[in-house]
Structures are given as C-alpha cells and as structure tokens.
C-alpha cells in the first residue's frame, strides 16, 4: 500500500529486541539502504484464511535484516515471459528472529498480486522482497500508542499489537478498529480488551451497526498518558481523514497523528 506520511514528533529510541536503526528527520526513523533496494527471495511456507475474502502469508526470507511494527515491503511477482508486478505490503507480523515475516492480503477485485496469492500460491512457492521500507508508520514500541484501522488497514496496527504483546510492554496501547461484520473482522480471534470493533453493516446482537464515530474515539483520549498519545490510523482515503479528523476533534494534537493509505 502506498504511504502518504504527514507531520510527526520527534525521535525515540527503538525498544529492546528491535532491530538497530538510525534516525533522520524528527519521528521518522531512517531505513537503511541496503535493505530498501535489494530484492531477496523468499519461500511461501504457510498459509492461513483470515476471513471469507483475507489471509495470511507466512514466508521464509533467510536474509531478512529485521524490521519495526508499522513497517512494510515491496513485492514482485515475475512470470515466466518476464513480466514483472509489484505491490507494497503492510508486515502483520511482530519482530522476531525466527527469519519469517506474515503478510495479511485481501483479494482485491481483478488484482494482479493479490488474485495470485489466494488462487495460485501454494507453500513451497518463491517470491521477490526487499525492505522493511518506510520509518514513518513504525512504532518502536516506546510511546503510548492508539491505532485505529478499517478492513485490511489493520494489518500493520496488528504487528504492533504482536510486538506490545510478545515483549511484555508495559506502554499503553488500545485499538479501535472498524470492519463491515464479525466475519469480516481480520485476526478477530486474536484481538483482546484492549481492542474495540466497530461493526458497519451487521454486528452482534446489542452492538450498534454504523461508521466509527466521536462517541468510539473520545474515550480513547479521556485518559492521558504523562507524555500525550501517539495515533497511527490506517485504512482508505475515505477513512483515514474520517479517523484523523475524529482524533483531533477529541482532542489529539494533528502533529502527533500518523497515517498510513491505502492507494
């Protein structure tokens, strides 16, 4: 997915058992070159269904250097007459040194690269990658963090949520994340209390049926860490300036929200 990163805060300091990186401009964690432009192969090794139209990749990549929750990869798929496609995907995966990374795709209508991944892969298959990319949308795993997503948009949110747990954090974190049902709802079996869905054509009996609203967010900030929150929103257009616009009208600073598009 493409990134169209806005304004950030400054820099912190990665949490322990993140891969080393260097930082650049303020809140923007620099990636290193070498990992940013040479392709690696990796192995499908695994795959698993999310939902009737998402799953997980899990794949093998002996060379991967490491990455942050928030971060994603370029991929290619080449045939055999040489065409080439490529596509940037969200890492749902957390940090880890077991030398596999887990991407979430949605089938996309007509899709090149997602249509391959659901109706052609099978474990054993090569691909192309190279990254992590993009230091915008990491969250080292040092500050209080909200996410917020829509449909696949919570992908990355969830290698974040991944990290927080796999490390023991003990930083705030909370997740509001929107999808049209229960169904439909990406890792429902591993979302927790610290984790509200929101539900835009059908929810559970009780639960009401709409678009995220200022009565989800408002809560969110009613309590405020000593050092503020840090908002990371990730979805479509549509969504993402709904969900930032929702942020800053309960009171989160507009410099202090980073988002991630989908393109």
């Known amino acids: 997915m493409p990134i169209q990163p806005g304004s950030s805060p400054g820099p912190a300091a990665p949490a322990p058992g993140v891969p080393a990186t260097r930082f650049a401009v303020p809140g923007r964690i620099a990636v290193a070159h070498r990992t940013a432009v040479e392709w690696q192969t990796a192995t499908l090794t695994e795959i698993r269904r999310e939902t009737p139209h998402a ?17 994603h990869l370029m991929l290619r798929l080449t045939a055999q007459d040489g065409y080439a496609a490529q596509r940037h995907y969200s890492i749902a995966s957390a940090p880890d040194d077991s030398g596999h990374i887990e991407l979430t795709l949605d089938r996309v209508p007509d899709g090149e690269v997602s249509g391959w991944f659901h109706t052609v892969a099978r474990p054993g298959d090569t691909i192309e990658v190279r990254g992590p990319l993009s230091g915008f949308f990491a969250w080292p795993g040092d500050r209080p963090a909200l996410l917020l997503g829509a449909g696949s948009g919570v992908v990355p949110l969830m290698s974040m949520l991944r990290h927080h747990r796999a490390r023991g954090l003990t930083v705030p974190l909370r997740m509001l994340v929107s999808a049209r049902s229960p169904g439909e709802l990406i890792y429902a079996r591993e979302l927790g209390a610290e984790t509200t869905p929101v539900f835009t054509r059908s929810a559970p009996a009780g639960m009401p049926v709409g678009r995220m609203t200022a009565a989800h967010v408002a809560p969110l900030l009613e309590t405020q860490p000593s050092d503020g929150w840090e908002a990371y929103v990730c979805g479509s257009n549509g969504f993402a300036e709904h969900a930032s616009r929702l942020l800053v009208e309960a009171g989160q600073p507009v410099e202090r929200i980073r988002i991630e598009r989908f393109g």
């Open 55 to 71: 799953a997980t990749f899990r794949l093998a990549v002996p060379e991967w250097a490491g990455h942050l929750p928030g971060q």
